[in-house]
């Protein structure tokens, strides 16, 4: 059975740093695509970062890039997701995601990835 666990969420005052991670077991990560989103209350959720296999390049959503990194451990068969520079407005539920398909071109569409984690809250204080 596949399972996402993702941690490391909480909160910190802008200008700091968190790191999260997402656990999978029941597959192996690095044969499928991969990413993280973020939700706010009354909002789609967002794409943060995303990889469409293991060799293909990483996109990362404008109002991140520069600030958050997405790396993996496969003897772990864990993604991380580094957080720098944090701000307000990254106050949201981070959620990492699988996709059976992979593809050069990662997808950033929710609705095109396969399992989900439970989702970690992020909350940044000014």
């Known amino acids: 059975e596949v399972h996402l666990v993702e941690s490391g969420g909480g909160t910190v005052q802008a200008g700091g740093s968190l790191r999260l991670s997402c656990a999978a077991s029941?597959?192996?990560?690095?044969?499928?695509?991969r990413g993280w989103f973020r939700q706010v209350p009354g909002k789609a959720r967002e794409a943060i970062s995303c990889v469409g296999s293991s060799d293909g390049s990483t996109t990362y959503g404008d109002s991140v890039k520069g600030r958050f990194t997405m790396s993996s451990d496969d003897a772990e068969n864990t993604v991380y997701l580094q957080m720098n520079r944090l701000k307000p407005e990254d106050t949201a539920v981070y959620y990492c995601a699988a996709r059976v398909r992979r593809t050069v071109v990662p997808s950033t569409r929710e609705y095109e990835y396969d399992y989900w984690g439970q989702g970690t809250q992020v909350t940044v204080s000014s």
């Open positions: 029941g597959f192996l990560f690095d044969d499928y695509a």
